[in-house]
T-cell receptor
């Protein structure tokens, strides 16, 4: 069974701080997606990383896919209250049956 | 382009009753997936439909069922509701051949 572990589970920081959240697995994924979910809403896709070692930037957010395509990280620089939410990673299983394997998420609270 | 629409947003049902939830995907998206989200279990995959056919199914009891219509709209039904069915039910649509999921706002189901 493919599993994606996200850490930390909860994170509470002050505005302006930097943070990194992790998404790890023992399985190889063909690609990996990051989503952010705000309370009362559905998850919203932030980025998809496809190539091992790939780095993508979205304003203050930096996403990295591990060289072996088994793990990923999300780094936020100078966090703002608007970054508050649940960050979910989802790996796309390799092979013909491309299913999304979801992590449990990192709940981030950025305090003003 | 309009996003994924789920109705109703909130629902309160009694144990033993049944419920039907509706999802209208983004225009042009033929794949619709359903998820159950709870704080402890995260996003749990229920099933995926493509062109009116169930393509994938998660590990949920037979009380959970779904269908998709020719216009790609989808419904899911839960019969004989249990207290543990209380959750946020999310629908996501995807464009053919892709795995990126576009979620609706969800239906918050409370079983009392």
């Amino acid at each position: 069974t493919q599993l994606l572990e996200q850490s930390p589970q909860f994170l509470s920081i002050q505005e302006g701080e930097n943070l990194t959240v992790y998404c790890n697995s023992s399985s190889v994924f063909s690609s990996l997606q990051w989503y952010r979910q705000e309370p009362g809403e559905g998850p919203v896709l932030l980025v998809t990383v496809v190539t091992g070692g790939e780095v993508k930037k979205l304003k203050r957010l930096t996403f990295q896919f591990g060289d072996a395509r088994k793990d990923s990280s999300l780094h936020i620089t100078a966090a703002q209250p608007g970054d508050t939410g649940l960050y979910l990673c989802a790996g796309v299983s390799a092979g013909n049956n491309r299913k999304l394997i979801w992590g449990l998420g990192t709940s981030l609270a950025v305090n003003p | 382009k309009a996003g994924v629409t789920q109705t109703p947003r909130y629902l309160i049902k009694t144990r033993g009753q049944q419920v039907t939830l509706s999802c209208s995907p983004i225009s042009g998206h033929r794949s619709v997936s359903w998820y159950q989200q709870t704080p402890g279990q995260g996003l749990q995959f229920l099933f995926e439909y493509f062109s009116e056919t169930q393509r994938n199914k998660g590990n949920f009891p037979g009380r959970f069922s779904g269908r998709q219509f020719s216009n790609s709209r989808s419904e899911m039904n839960v019969s004989t509701l249990e207290l543990g069915d209380s959750a946020l039910y999310l629908c996501a649509s995807s464009f053919q051949g892709t795995t990126e999921a576009f979620f609706g706002q969800g239906t918050r189901l409370t079983v009392v």
